[in-house]
C-alpha cells in the first residue's frame, strides 16, 4: 500500500466544483470523504486527476488556484470572438495563470525589471508608429521576415527575440502533455495575460506556421498596449487595430508594395499574392488583407483571395502530431521560464513537487528537458 497525502480540507469544494456534476458518483464521493480525514495515496490521486481532467499538482495546494469568472472571449478564425469556453482551454489558461503566479512571485524575490515592450503606448498611434515603437524596444529589423529562410524560422526568431524583451512564450496542441485532449484552433488561436514584468503569451501549437507567427505578434500588440487579450472587454475594433499593427510588422507597408510591384507582371492578383505571402512568411489570407489596406487590390480581389486560402486551409487542416517528446516539451515551455525555475530550485525557494506541476512533467522527464534546454 502506498503512502497516504493529506489533502487540503480548504482545496476539497473547489475540487468538487472543478469536477462538475457530471462527474463520475463514486469519485464524487471519494473526494467527499477525504473532508471527514480518509486520506488518498499517490496513485489514487494519479487516477482521480486523470479521469476528471484535473492537474495533478492542484491536489497539493493548501489553498484553491484563481479562478477566471468574467466569460473570456477569444479571437478565432475571421477575427470572430467567441463567448464558450471549453474545459480544455480553461484547463490550459488555468495552467498560464498559475506559470504567471509562479513568475510574479519570482519577480518580486529577484526584484526584475519590467518587460521593455509592456505597455510602451496607447492606440492613439497609427499602425505604423506603433509598429515603428515596437520594432525600436525589440531591435527587429523592418525587414526581418522577408530575409527570414522560412516561416518556422522566422518564429523561432521572434519568439527568442520577444524572450530576450522579457515576454514569456509558451504553446502547445494539448492540455499539458495529454495527447486526448486537444485544443481546438477553431476555439482560439492565441491569447495573453498581461503583467508589467512579467507578459505571458500562450500560442495554440495546432495553427498553420503562418497562423502562429502572426498570433505571436497579435498578441505582443496587445502587451505594448499594456493589456490581457483573454476578458470580455475586447472588441473586434480592438483585434483589427491589433491585427494591422502585427501585418506592418510582418509586411512593412513601403517593402509590401514594392515587392507587390515586382511580382504583378502577366500575373493575377492571386498569384502574386501567393508569391508575396511566401516571401514574408505571411499566410495568405493577411497578405490579400494587407493588400487591400494599402490599395493594390480591390475589396472583391481580396475577398476572392481569402476564399482561396479558406480552401487551401481545409484542405490541409489535418497537421500531424507526434515526434520526439522532449524535442516536442522543449517547443512548449519557455526557455527563460525554466531557467528560472530550475534556478529557484537549487535555490531551496522552489520544490521539486512545485515545478512537476507548473511544468506537467514527472521527475525523470523534468529533469531530462532541464539538461536539453540549459545544456
Known amino acids: 500500500m502506498g503512502a497516504k497525502i493529506t489533502i487540503s480540507k480548504d482545496i476539497i469544494p473547489w475540487l468538487l466544483q472543478l469536477a462538475g456534476d457530471n462527474a463520475p458518483e463514486e469519485i464524487l464521493e471519494e473526494i467527499r470523504s477525504w473532508e471527514t480525514g480518509k486520506n488518498p495515496t499517490l496513485n489514487q490521486i494519479n487516477e482521480i486527476s486523470r479521469k476528471l481532467h484535473i492537474p495533478f499538482g492542484y491536489f497539493f495546494l493548501q489553498s484553491p488556484c484563481t479562478q477566471i469568472n468574467p466569460s473570456p472571449r477569444f479571437r478565432s478564425f475571421g477575427n470572430q470572438l467567441n463567448d464558450d469556453i471549453s474545459k480544455e482551454l480553461k484547463d490550459t489558461i488555468y ?21 521593455a515592450i509592456a505597455g510602451i503606448s496607447s492606440r492613439k498611434l497609427s499602425s505604423g508608429k506603433m509598429a515603428d515603437a515596437i520594432r525600436e524596444k525589440t531591435g527587429l529589423a523592418s525587414d526581418w521576415s522577408f530575409l527570414s529562410a522560412s516561416t518556422s524560422d522566422a518564429y523561432r526568431q521572434l519568439r527568442e527575440t520577444l524572450g530576450y524583451c ?10 499539458g502533455f495529454n495527447t486526448t485532449r486537444k485544443l481546438d484552433i477553431h476555439e482560439f488561436r492565441a491569447f495573453c495575460l498581461y503583467d508589467k514584468r512579467v507578459p505571458l503569451i500562450f500560442i495554440n501549437a495546432t495553427d498553420t506556421p503562418e497562423g502562429k507567427l502572426f498570433s505571436l505578434l497579435h498578441e505582443t500588440v496587445h502587451i505594448a498596449l499594456g493589456e490581457d487579450d483573454i476578458f470580455s ?50 499566410s495568405l489570407s493577411a497578405t490579400a488583407i494587407k493588400a487591400k489596406d494599402i490599395g493594390l487590390i480591390t475589396n472583391n480581389e481580396a475577398s476572392s483571395i481569402i476564399n482561396t486560402a479558406n480552401e487551401k486551409l481545409g484542405k490541409n487542416s489535418h497537421r500531424k502530431s507526434g515526434g520526439n517528446f522532449y524535442t516536442t516539451a522543449k517547443a512548449r515551455l519557455d526557455r527563460n521560464f525554466l531557467s528560472m525555475l530550475f534556478s529557484s530550485i537549487q535555490a531551496g525557494k522552489t520544490q521539486y ?22 545544456a
Not at 512571485?105 to 518587460?115: H, I, R, V
Not at 522579457?166 to 492540455?175: A, D, M, R, T
Not at 515545478?355 to 540549459?374: P, Q
Open 166 to 175: 522579457g515576454i514569456y512564450i509558451f504553446e502547445n496542441g494539448v492540455v
Open 233 to 282: 472587454n475586447n472588441h473586434i475594433a480592438e483585434e483589427r487595430y491589433c491585427n494591422s499593427v502585427a501585418a506592418e510588422l510582418l509586411m512593412p507597408s513601403s517593402l509590401f508594395r514594392q515587392c507587390w510591384e515586382n511580382n504583378t507582371s502577366g500575373k493575377s492578383s492571386t498569384k502574386t499574392a501567393e508569391i508575396i505571402s511566401r516571401k514574408f512568411c505571411a
Open 95 to 115: 495552467k498560464m495563470e498559475d506559470i504567471q503566479d509562479w513568475l510574479i512571485d519570482y519577480a518580486d524575490d529577484q526584484d526584475l525589471k519590467d518587460c
Open 353 to 374: 513537487t512545485d515545478a512537476y506541476r507548473l511544468t506537467s512533467c514527472n521527475g525523470a522527464s523534468f529533469s531530462k528537458i532541464i539538461r536539453e534546454v540549459l
